[in-house]
């Protein structure tokens, strides 16, 4: 297992201001991710933060909107960029731990973000 | 059309009471399926996974895959009020990428 915490837990925003949120691992970790969690709404993969390397954003991201790094295999961080209402949301860091995602994955608490 | 459908509920339950949650998906390439609980405030946390078809048990959880139906479950037996929790079902196929569910809000109740 891993575990995870994420910093901040909760940020209240002005519109056009970014923040970035921090993903610590407390192990090596062979991958690392960013989901969106809307109310209501499937959470939802942003991007997988690599390693030395840019990361690989979904569908309907961008890297101009949700700049990445990962400058270790234990910490990787996610800003969001010029802030809408519309990026209300929880901001959520999954690892994984083997080769194999789909039953190695952990989750860490979040950061619940409200822009005003 | 989503890949994944799951009834948001809130579904309510008596405490011992016989849990059946449930989600439907499209893509027939999905082979692995999981089930997350949530805690209020909290991130997702794994349950169960189950690859291909077939049934799967721990303790009081047991998770059913049909993929001829593209149907999964996940049954709690005697529940709690410690169950009390959204559940997230999830999939993924070849790439590796997971597919969640909105997830159904479960309250048991003493």
């Known amino acids: 297992s891993a575990v995870i915490s994420q910093k901040p837990s909760r940020d209240i925003c002005q519109r056009g201001t970014s923040l970035t949120i921090q993903c610590q691992v407390d192990s090596q970790v062979t991958m690392m991710f960013w989901y969106r969690q809307q109310p209501g709404q499937s959470l939802t993969l942003i991007a997988t933060?690599?390693?030395?390397?840019?990361?690989?954003?979904e569908s309907g991201f961008v890297i101009d909107k949700f700049p990445i790094s990962r400058p270790n295999l234990t910490f990787s961080t996610l800003t969001v960029s010029n802030m809408s209402p519309e990026d209300s949301s929880i901001y959520l860091c999954s690892v994984a731990t083997s080769g194999r995602w789909a039953d190695t994955q952990y989750f860490g608490p979040g950061t619940r973000l409200t822009v005003l | 059309q989503k890949e994944v459908e799951q009834d948001p509920g809130p579904l309510s339950v008596p405490e011992g009471a016989i849990v059946s949650l449930n989600c439907t998906y499209s893509?027939?390439?999905?082979?692995?399926f999981m089930w997350y609980r949530q805690y209020s405030r909290k991130g997702p946390e794994l349950l169960m996974y189950t690859y291909s078809s077939g049934n799967k048990e721990d303790g009081r959880f047991t998770a059913q895959v049909d993929k001829s139906s593209k149907y999964i479950s996940l049954f709690i037996r005697d529940s709690q009020p410690s169950d009390s929790a959204t559940y997230l079902c999830a999939m993924s196929g070849d790439t590796d990428k997971l597919i969640f569910g909105t997830g159904t809000r479960l309250q048991v109740f003493p």
């Open positions: 893509n027939s390439a999905f082979q692995y």
């Open positions: 933060a690599n390693q030395g390397s840019e990361a690989t954003y």
